[in-house]
């Protein structure tokens, strides 16, 4: 997988959690978990943080200028693709998760 594919998965993964991490008031927590790993031929992406916006069902950008922004989950659904992934986004008790899994080629391991 090169390098630029890796550091666009990273950067938009780890920058969206920081955001909505930003959109958190009070006493609740901030944090953001990356963990990577390869299993069965695949590189595995797992970023989870908080959110407070447990109920929301889009995944589109919330910023006023929406064309200049949403942008990093296109991005990352294309290139999953490109490496024969796929990508699961999910809200659930309170903790957003993004997990990225992208097939390794055989000549790269």
């Known amino acids: 997988i090169p390098s630029i594919d890796l550091c666009s998965l990273f950067c938009n993964l780890i920058d969206n959690a ?17 963990r990577a790993g390869e299993r069965g031929g695949f590189l595995i992406i797992k970023v989870s943080n908080p959110t407070v916006n447990a109920e929301k069902k889009s995944w589109k950008t919330e910023k006023k200028e929406k064309e ?42």
């Open 68 to 109: 200049l922004h949403g942008l990093g989950l296109t991005l990352v659904k294309k290139i999953v693709r490109q490496h024969d992934g796929r990508l699961e986004l999910e809200r659930k008790n309170g903790v957003v998760t993004a997990i990225a899994a992208l097939k390794v080629s055989a000549s790269e391991r």
């Open 18 to 34: 920081i955001e909505e991490c930003e959109r958190i008031e009070g006493h609740m927590e901030r944090w953001v978990c990356i």
